[in-house]
């Protein structure tokens, strides 16, 4: 792997808003999930329904971003002169600890025997969510070594312990990996494709046929009667080929966009892509429907065009007419994107190990719930600040 001379090195604000915008939407609509009395738009749409929202176009959004940074991560990786073996050792590293994340997060919403569990559900579930900030925050220099390797190791042992802790419906001790959650599904997709980006060098060519295979390996997975989706190991690999597909676009448009270009103000090549994605989103969606759910090739390209094109309506705002004032309300989710996203149910499992209602039944359905949930939004946004100001940065 070589460093990308070409590859714009400075800081790139329309990115950070893109992330921090679609953490705060992911905030959200997560929160919405458990109001009743609200519209189907603002709802993911159900597996068998041909059509897609906003909220299913969210976690496309934050695998795009994940895409987009690829480039720039290997770039100041090797700038710093850090040996191939310390780029695969992060690399593996954040992979296994967004998969691991995500499968203790799915195992605490079901799948437990509560008579039979050790501990209440609810501060199992707790800890789940919380054990992260030790492992994973980043610590300052001046923090004592002797407290780090503690809170670390500590951590790490919980997570042992919560696994022993843990009894399932049929009485067995241990989790199953009932599906990976949102953030083991972000770790597969992208350990897929930075995988692929190194061996390749990180071409531009090499990762737009990377994109194409991802739509092949997704469209041959979801076609009846093809010997190859008996295949235990084609299945799993197209299936998280599905969501690399998301995140081999975010790589593309990185490119295309910040890979030897001077910022201009139309870029023809990024539009021209984002309307091939919706192209092909168009022609393959008579044979596999659009559907989140279903994880299908239309919901996927048709997601890649949209965040495209949101991207690049960023980029042309930020980067080419330089108006970013108004991008400094979402800063503080951009720069702990993790944190602020199991924020939420550290508090809410918090709140139930110890039998605090806070939230009134009120503010469960209807337009009152819809206006909770923004305002529980922007909560955590300033929580995010208060914790950036206190160093706490949750870092893979």
């Known amino acids: 792997m070589t460093i990308k001379e070409n590859l714009y090195n400075g800081r790139i604000l329309s990115i950070d808003a893109f992330r921090g915008i ?3 939407v992911m905030i959200f609509v997560n929160e919405l999930s458990g109001v009743s009395n609200i519209p189907q738009w603002m709802k993911h749409m159900p597996a068998d329904a041909d059509a897609m929202t906003f909220v299913d176009l969210v976690f496309p959004a934050f695998l795009f971003i994940v895409g987009m940074s690829v480039p720039f991560a290997f770039n100041a990786r090797l700038a710093k002169g850090d040996p191939p073996l310390i780029i695969w050792k992060h690399t593996l590293k954040r992979s296994v600890a967004l998969i691991v994340m995500g499968l203790f997060m799915v195992n605490a919403e079901y799948g437990y025997n509560e008579a039979q569990m050790f501990i209440s559900p609810a501060l199992w579930a707790f800890f789940a969510y919380a054990l992260p900030i030790p492992i994973w925050n980043k610590y300052s220099k001046e923090f004592p070594p002797l407290w780090k390797n503690v809170l670390q190791y500590g951590g790490m042992l919980g997570f042992v312990a919560l696994y022993f802790l843990y009894i399932q419906e049929n009485g067995t001790m241990g ?4 599906w990976w959650g949102i953030l083991g599904l972000i770790g597969w997709a992208y350990l897929f494709t930075v995988v692929y980006y190194w061996f390749t060098n990180g071409h531009l060519k090499a990762m737009i046929a990377l994109f ?11 076609t009846e009667g093809l010997a190859l989706r008996e295949m235990g190991w084609f299945s799993f690999v197209a299936g998280h080929l599905t969501h690399a597909t998301l995140v081999s676009a975010g790589v593309i448009i990185s490119l295309l966009l910040f890979d030897g270009q001077n910022k201009i103000a139309i870029n023809w090549k990024v539009i021209g892509f984002g309307l091939l994605f919706f192209l092909m989103g168009y022609l393959l969606r008579p044979y596999y429907e659009v559907s989140k759910i279903r994880g299908t ?6 997601s890649a065009g949209l965040c495209t094109f949101i991207y690049y309506g960023l980029f ?3 980067e080419v007419k330089k108006r970013t004032q108004w991008s400094d309300f979402f800063m503080p989710a951009a720069a702990n994107p993790l944190l602020i996203y199991i924020l939420p149910g550290i508090i809410i499992y918090f709140n139930k190990a110890i039998g605090l209602k806070v939230v009134p039944a009120y503010f469960n359905s209807g337009l009152p719930g819809i206006l909770w949930c923004a305002i529980f939004s922007i909560i955590m946004l300033y929580l995010m600040k208060v914790f950036n100001k206190l160093n706490i940065r949750l870092h893979l």
């Open 297 to 302: 090739p239309s919901w996927c390209l048709y």
């Open 316 to 318: 042309w705002l930020m």
């Open 22 to 24: 679609t953490i705060l």
């Open 212 to 222: 194409f295979i991802c739509v092949l390996a997704n469209s041959l997975n979801l």
């Open 175 to 178: 989790m199953t990996e009932k």
